[in-house]
């Protein structure tokens, strides 16, 4: 008689993690990783003048219209320009970074293409090369999340909504072999990876100035990368929606579950997972 048994039938009978479980705890996991980096902008952007700034997290955005435009900026803003506007991003009433953008809004046909360009501001509302901690903070995002799923398989967010991640070839343990951690976050960006490409590729070749980027030809090929990417993200939130195994679980040999062992699939699920 045989008795070996595939990893896809160990997991066959434990629930999987739904897409809100999913989505709350990634939520939840970047609030944990962004808002202590927030506090640190506030005390730096008042410490620095704004030579310090972060612009992501848990913020809050004030915009309103420029009433001028400063001179010599540097990349230099889109030809013939109509309008500019300048926002404050705070936590909670606290500046944490100060921008400026600047761009052309034309209407062609049915569509209006917009092309802009950023610049951070001080305190003052000057121009500044300023250093963001946005990217540090991205950073610290992605090791957090294959650090405590390596070690534990459960992140801050996923043990509050009671979800963990596991190994299909070894369910009994609380680790993700490294490898396979890394290989499902790889897996997941495979449908932007076109967009990625061609942007990184279009700001290579040009001088960072928003003309120089944002060319008829761009905007043609980005459309094709956005089209790849919409239909690669409605793949995976259909798949973990019915409560499979995403693309990028498969390929990692991982599975997203409920926790405690938990809750075994009712015969609905059951009949999902073995389609």
Known sequence: MNTNTS???????LRRGGFWRRWT???????????PFQVLAVVLFAMTSGMVQMHGGLFFNNCDVAKTIPKSLSPPPPHD???????????????TGVTLTVGRATREGS????????YMLDQAGNPIDSFSLDWIVVFSFLVYLVWMIWKTGRTVGAR????KI?????????E??????????LAMIIGFVPALALFSYQRAMSDGSADAMFT????????????????????LIIQVARKKDPVYDRLAGTAVVRDRLIEPATSGEQGLLQT
């Open 7 to 13: 990893p896809l039938d160990v997991t066959g009978d």
């Open 25 to 35: 705890a990634t939520l939840i996991d970047w609030i944990v990783v962004a808002v």
């Open 81 to 95: 320009s109509n309008f500019a506007r300048v926002c404050r991003v705070s936590l909670f009433g606290a500046t």
């Open 111 to 118: 569509a209006t293409k917009t092309v802009t360009q950023g």
């Open 160 to 163: 509050i909504l009671r979800i």
């Open 166 to 174: 596991i190994d299909v070839a070894d369910t009994g343990s609380s």
């Open 176 to 185: 993700v072999p490294i490898l396979k951690v890394i290989t499902r976050h």
């Open 216 to 235: 008829d030809r761009f905007f043609r090929w980005f459309i094709y990368a956005d089209i790849v990417a919409l239909i690669w993200s409605v793949l």
